[in-house]
């Protein structure tokens, strides 16, 4: 078979005596992986690599500990309460493998699967990982397979920019990057530091070299390191163990951690921001219970239509980096969809984003190349009637209530609000929908946020917008239709799952009431028609008061008032101070809130990462995205707490 090449570092991805056998001699043996999972009372074994390279290590590890599992039995969820109590003394507590990798130079599937496809110890595990696997540009990617209980998240880009920006607690490491003398940048003392600021106490590691620059920068960092008999050609090999400091480097949480993962939790809010972190806890196999006393996306998680494309910014800032993640993570699942799913989901693929101004151009242009973007991802198009324009060939329009009821497939559900103060008292008397608090309740419940006292203080605006639904008996519905795309800029339009146009939306922070406005429904058709170039645009005002006399006929006959029609739709988002969502502990609350308008793009990485810090597992972004996301960015003791963080 074929021993993969890199031309790059004129070197070897693996050995050519097997790399198999290396992996097993080199990391899973020096390691001592297997005892040690046998022995883990922690809920959790995380294990970083450097170098990913073809993925062999990762491959072979999640094979080995698919076998643990079955051998050990570990934690069958079918067992009866009791029988699960008197086994758990004896069983393992082991119930997650986290596999953290870096790579600067990833390889493609084709060329993972060309390299790999031969080895037969590892062809079910190959054949998974590369239906998920997909970089498209330097970020965090985290890939999750729930049903082996393993999570890989790959950091792309530099060790040494990568590595320090790592929230994770390590026990194991593979060091497997290209030999010292090809890839000095893959061992220098950032990296040996960094290993030491992600180890514990007994974090042990390995790797395949004995080179003089490799044991000094591990022994400088803190690192026990002996020698031993190398694989195949090569005479010796290190390995060893962390043993400076005593401390763990997890982030603290307010919940019973011993018992994390045997706890259920439960979520105040069936937006998507609650159906993300449920989702998240599905995953695990941890039980979780929603809450809504309206149901499940009523509010701004209602809308006919949202669109998911990532927001850009001319040089890369943590919410750009955030949206991006965000929109590859999602991506991962939306891609995921069967046929049925995705006729529910999916009313639209693709977005033109139309750069109507010097300085829209100016920023674009400057930020698909300083996030390097691959035309996959975006690329500057002209369009035939609206000029210039970004194509995001992976955007969609998603029928966001088709999408929060995906989510909460299997979640339970209950219609009952959850305590927050200002609706406590009048709910608490009148009306049978009200919940004592439960335990481990996490909030994800919007601007409501504000109603509680212990994150009142958080800098949470409630902002309406208004969205014009047109129909085909709309004047300007066969214009809209002519587009095969939905299109952006500073307002949208997309189709909807009903075949409906969905123009949006307003932005208002001031004026808050439900009740229809006139004057935005003119606002919102004037913006329409710049966006898309109409050559002759209509007469609102004609339009408008046709559309009136057919809502309050409408109002009518389904005998409600004039929130909501067949017509339009008015809903509120939740927005902070800096416009960046809010996810992480305030006052010992947990808390997921403040996604604006980009909602449907950030939920389900934002909930993905607030279940890793709630369970103390690895987080999914890099440390500066965590900061600008985390509610202490607003507290008073800002700079102490970040620092601790
Ligand atoms: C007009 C408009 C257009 C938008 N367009 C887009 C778009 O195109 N693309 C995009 O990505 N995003 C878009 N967004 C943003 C996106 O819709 C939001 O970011 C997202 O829906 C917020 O979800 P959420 O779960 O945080 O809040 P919500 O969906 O508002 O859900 C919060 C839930 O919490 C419940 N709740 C409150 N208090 C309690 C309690 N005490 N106990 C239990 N439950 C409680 C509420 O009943 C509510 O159902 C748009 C938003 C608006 C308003």
Redesign the pocket.
């Known amino acids: 078979m074929e021993i993969p090449y890199s031309q790059a570092f004129d070197d070897i991805y693996y050995s050519s005596d097997g790399g198999i056998a290396e992996t097993q001699f080199v990391f899973i043996e020096s390691n001592q992986i297997l005892e040690r999972w046998s022995l883990s009372k922690d809920p959790i074994f995380t294990i970083c690599e450097t170098g990913f390279g073809t993925g062999l290590n990762f491959l072979y590890t999640w094979k080995l500990w698919e076998e643990f599992q079955n051998k050990h039995n570990t934690f069958s969820d079918e067992e009866s309460d009791s029988t699960s109590q008197k086994r758990e003394s004896k069983i393992n507590s082991l119930r997650w493998l986290h596999f953290i990798s870096t790579e600067a130079f990833p390889l493609s599937g084709s060329d993972i699967y060309k390299y790999l496809h031969g080895i037969p110890e590892i062809s079910e595990q190959l054949k998974i990982f590369l239906a998920k696997y997909n970089l498209y540009s330097p970020a965090f990617y985290r890939f999750i397979f729930p049903e082996s209980r393993i999570t890989l998240t790959l950091l792309y880009g530099d060790i040494n920019n990568t590595l320090p920006e790592l929230v994770a607690s390590v026990d194991a490491w593979y060091l497997d990057g290209f030999a010292p003398s090809k890839n000095p940048e893959m061992w220098s003392d950032t990296v040996f530091q960094e290993m030491a600021r992600l180890s514990h106490l007994g974090t042990s590691f390995a790797t395949y070299t004995s080179s003089s620059v490799v044991r000094k920068g591990l022994k400088s960092a803190g690192f026990h390191v002996q020698k031993k008999n190398g694989f195949g050609k090569k005479r010796e090999m290190c390995f060893g163990y962390y043993h400076t400091k005593e401390e763990s480097t997890t982030l603290d949480s307010e919940f019973n951690s011993q018992h994390l993962w045997k706890n259920e939790f439960s979520i ?7 159906a993300s972190l449920a989702f998240a806890f599905k995953q695990r196999s941890i039980p979780v219970t929603v ?4 149901g499940i ?7 006919p239509v ?3 494309y990532p927001h850009l910014s001319k040089f890369p800032t943590p919410a750009s980096q955030f949206s991006l993640a965000s929109f590859y993570y999602a991506d991962q699942l939306l891609s995921s969809l069967d046929s049925s799913q995705k006729e529910k989901i999916i009313s639209q693929e693709g977005l033109l984003f139309k750069i109507n101004s010097e300085e829209k151009a100016n920023r674009y242009k400057k930020s698909l190349e300083s996030h390097s973007l691959p035309e996959k991802i975006a690329k500057l198009t002209k369009h035939e009637s609206l000029g210039e324009c970004i194509f995001f060939a992976k955007a969609r329009s998603l029928d ?1 209530k088709s999408y929060v009821n995906y989510l909460l497939t299997n979640v339970m559900f209950i219609n009952k ?4 103060q200002s ?1 406590d008292k009048s709910l608490e008397l009148n009306s049978n929908k009200y919940l004592k608090k439960p335990n481990n309740l996490v909030y ?3 601007y ?1 946020l504000k109603n509680k006292e212990s994150t009142q203080e958080l800098p949470i605006k409630k902002v309406r ?3 014009y639904y047109s129909d085909d008996n709309d004047p300007i519905f066969p214009f809209l239709n002519s587009f095969a795309y939905p299109i952006s800029s500073d307002s ?1 339009m997309a189709k909807d799952t009903k075949n409906r146009f969905i123009l ?2 307003t932005f208002d922070e001031f004026k808050t009431e439900r009740a229809w406005s006139e004057q935005d429904e003119e606002t919102i058709l004037q913006r329409a028609m710049e966006l898309i170039e109409h050559p002759s645009p209509p007469n609102f005002m004609e339009i408008i008061e046709e559309r009136k006399s057919r809502f309050i006929e409408y109002n009518k006959i389904k005998n409600q008032d004039s929130i909501e029609s067949n017509l339009y739709r008015i ?4 927005q902070s101070k800096d416009r960046n969502p809010i996810i992480g502990n305030h006052n010992g609350t947990w808390v997921m ?1 403040a ?7 950030t ?1 389900l990485l934002g909930g993905e990462i607030l279940a890793s810090l709630i369970l103390k597992e690895p987080v999914p972004v890099p440390k500066s995205i965590l900061q600008s996301l985390s509610p202490v960015r607003f507290s008073k003791k800002k700079s102490i707490a970040l620092i601790q963080e």
Not at 297 to 303: D, I, K, L, M, W
Not at 417 to 420: A, C, G, K, S, T
Not at 571 to 574: E, I, L, N, P, Y
């Open positions: 105040a809010g069936a937006g998507v921001s609650g809450y809504d006393h309206i996306a009523e509010e701004a998680s209602g809308n949202g669109i998911f966001p609000i959850l305590p927050d609706v994800c419940n919007s409501h917008g208004q969205l949208y949006g939306s809903s509120h988002r939740s809130t996604l604006g308008s980009r909602g449907l793009v939920s």
